[in-house]
């Protein structure tokens, strides 16, 4: 499944996740936007292993909830790289706490990152792509999305929201040839997930009937399969991998 003469973008590529679906594309022969907001060391040496493997990509920051931020690195992708014909929404961030207790600033920074963010970047992204009749854009959701988790009303409230968000913009831009899905990962090992406490990482592994946790690149595996010319003919989905800890459609 190749990738090359195609230019992705992933948003959040400098670590975890995004890190992994920026090496699994470059490796298939992508030339890989790496965006970062904070961690321009952590996406600089993502690039460096991209390079050292022989493959393509370039560091991009940016604020996925600045628009204009968005906007003048579509624009800066197009004139230097053809623009961007895959697109990852990957970015995403946590402010746990329970919901009577949680602050307005917290619900807005979750939902203006993991899902406006997506809408704002899919929105710019897309013009190139329908005049081409040609792209990818793959959100990236949560299980917690589908099941909901107590402290995380923010977090599963944007996540649930990809997935409609996933569905509608599949629907608007199927006529261009450009699909649009979703990938909702279960637990995985991140920074975000060492953080938690033992006990809590016992019980999440004892409902996970694979019975192991899951990795980064399980997740970009599935990333690459829907960015690649082979799933053209799916379209609105959401892919689910998650040691079968979630089953639900």
């Given at each position: 499944m190749t990738l090359a003469g195609k230019t992705a973008l992933v948003t959040g590529g400098s670590r975890g996740i995004g890190r992994a679906i920026c090496l699994r594309l470059a490796a298939q022969g992508a030339n890989v936007g790496i965006n970062y907001v904070s961690r321009a060391a952590a996406a600089e040496e993502v690039l460096a292993e991209i390079t050292a493997a022989g493959g393509k990509g370039f560091v991009i920051g940016f604020d996925v909830t600045d628009s204009a931020a968005v906007q003048n690195a579509v624009?800066?992708?197009?004139?230097?790289?053809?623009?961007?014909?895959?697109?990852?929404?990957?970015?995403?961030?946590?402010?746990?706490?329970?919901?009577?207790?949680?602050?307005?600033?917290?619900?807005?920074?979750?939902?203006?990152?993991?899902?406006?963010?997506?809408?704002?970047?899919?929105?710019?992204?897309?013009?190139?792509?329908?005049?081409?009749?040609?792209?990818?854009?793959?959100?990236?959701?949560?299980?917690?999305?589908?099941v909901g988790n107590a402290g995380q009303v923010n977090y599963a409230a944007a996540k649930a929201g990809l997935i409609g968000l996933t569905k509608s913009m599949a629907k608007e831009l199927a006529s261009r040839k450009i699909t649009v899905n979703c990938v909702a990962p279960g637990y995985i090992v991140t920074d975000m997930t060492t953080e938690l406490p033992e006990e809590i990482k016992e019980s999440i592994l004892a409902a996970i009937p694979l019975g192991s946790i899951g990795q980064p690149e399980d997740v970009a595996d599935a990333v690459a399969y829907l960015a690649a010319e082979e799933s053209g003919y799916v379209t609105g989905q959401t892919l689910h991998v998650n040691g079968g800890m979630y089953m639900g459609n």
């Open positions: 624009k800066t992708i197009s004139a230097d790289h053809g623009g961007v014909d895959i697109l990852i929404n990957n970015a995403g961030i946590t402010r746990d706490g329970l919901m009577a207790r949680m602050k307005d600033e917290d619900w807005d920074a979750v939902l203006n990152t993991n899902l406006k963010g997506a809408f704002t970047c899919s929105k710019e992204a897309m013009r190139g792509m329908m005049k081409k009749r040609w792209g990818r854009i793959i959100n990236i959701s949560s299980v917690i999305g589908c």
